[in-house]
């Protein structure tokens, strides 16, 4: 089985492997079926720490957070045109680089940071 930061490195270097169209609503999707699946072990903290950093929020989930951080003026008018959405996928990314960031080496497996991948692989991921 791969290590959630295999996974998170994957992902964020090759959303389009994972989802079929990357945008929000897709990778938010993707996202919070991966921790489902993995009893919460991705995500767990997140929510959390998005409030933290934004001094608000405890209330909200951490998909309504992300998007307070890439519109702090509020959301743009449905449909997003197509550089918005790409916006807010590339802020929930960073987001998400900077909270594994902050558990020292990745995300939490049993509780546990992971350390950093020492792979220097480029390409996408293989079977």
Request: zero cysteines.
């Amino acid at each position: 089985m791969r290590s959630r930061q295999d996974f998170w490195e994957d992902f964020k270097k090759y959303p389009g492997i994972f989802v079929a169209r990357v945008n929000f609503e897709s990778v938010t999707g993707f996202l919070s079926g991966y921790d489902v699946a993995t009893a919460g072990d991705l995500l767990n903290g997140f929510q959390e720490w998005l409030a933290t950093e934004l001094g608000f929020g405890r209330n909200l989930n951490w998909v309504a957070l992300v998007l307070n951080f890439a519109f702090p003026e509020g959301r743009p008018t449905e449909p997003w045109s197509p550089e918005d959405d790409q916006h807010a996928v590339d802020q929930l990314l960073k987001l998400l680089d900077e909270y594994f960031g902050s558990l020292a080496g990745g995300p939490k497996t049993d509780g546990e940071p992971q350390p950093a991948p020492q792979s220097s692989r480029t390409g996408p991921p293989r079977s």
